[in-house]
């Protein structure tokens, strides 16, 4: 009975450990080669190479390697130029790097304000295929990754295309265009603009009226008549104030008060980042 139960045990382990190694073996693994550098050092190489490795894992459902891990396992002298073209050396770097599929690429720094040209030869030691791919042009080292994210499927039209996350996780829908309009506030300070305006209107001609009256006859204006005109100037000038200021609040509230038709967006609980342009 013993040891029916250590081959049972024996059987789950060796299960556990095998499922996991054939799912890995069933992605296509890719390595990205250097081969001729013109005008650019190991470095750069390295930087580019792992760019273009990062941007291949990025667009396409592969497993890819490059930069710095790449050389690490090829021989320490580099490889040969004729390299790409001669069947057993291809062989030979793909088992080196555990790679099935091989991008070896030849940067040349043209001199010309940083920019770089990337040429690159796929390649699969197991069939002896290949095939040249479009020059990569790069205005600078900046925007490596892009270009490389962009290319990626025609360097390797063959593999699976990733499956980007849906924009999903967010809800929404288009709001209306709303004309603009007369907005219950904009009504407020429209009828404090009228008060405003008609107060002030009103006592600046009783004012004026006390005014011309004391200016014909001095004698018979008294102190109280030049107060009660002093009085009316101050609440003319106060009510024209109020009236002025609530006339320029009515106007922002109506012009403001449309809006363009436009997304209203709920983010998902992971959160994102979104910008709504549009005229208000």
Request: proline content about 6%; hydrophobic content about 50%.
């Amino acid at each position: 009975m013993k040891t029916v139960n250590h081959a049972l045990l024996a059987a789950v382990i060796a299960t556990v450990v095998v499922i996991p190694q054939v799912a890995a073996a069933d992605k296509l693994k890719v390595a990205v080669i250097p081969g001729i550098a013109v005008n650019l050092d190991a470095a750069r190489v390295d930087a580019l190479s792992q760019d273009l490795a990062d941007a291949l894992q990025v667009e396409l459902d592969i497993e890819a390697i490059g930069g710095l891990e790449v050389r690490r396992a090829l021989p320490a002298e580099g490889i040969p130029p004729d390299c790409v073209a001669t069947p057993a050396c291809a062989t030979d770097v793909a088992k080196r790097v555990g790679a099935s599929q091989l991008l070896f690429v030849v940067m040349v720094d043209t001199g010309t304000g940083g920019s770089i040209q990337v040429d690159t030869t796929w390649v699969e030691p197991s069939t002896g295929k290949s095939a040249s791919r479009a020059a990569i042009d790069l205005a600078s080292l900046a925007d490596a990754k892009a270009r490389f994210i962009t290319a990626a499927p025609s360097l390797l039209p063959d593999a699976p295309v990733r499956a980007k996350p849906k924009t999903g996780g967010f809800g929404g829908m288009m709001a209306p265009a709303v004309p603009r309009h007369v907005s219950t506030p904009a009504k407020v300070t429209g009828v404090l603009a009228v008060v405003g305006i008609g107060l002030g209107i009103g006592f600046g001609l009783k004012a004026r009226s006390g005014y011309k009256s004391c200016d014909e006859d001095r004698l018979a204006c008294s102190d109280g008549d030049r107060d009660s005109i002093r009085t009316s100037g101050l609440i003319a000038d106060a009510s024209f104030l109020v009236g002025v200021g609530a006339a320029i609040a009515t106007t922002v509230l109506y012009v403001t008060s449309g809006k363009e038709a436009h997304l209203v967006v709920e983010p998902s609980p992971q959160g994102a980042a979104v910008a709504v342009i549009g005229r208000f």
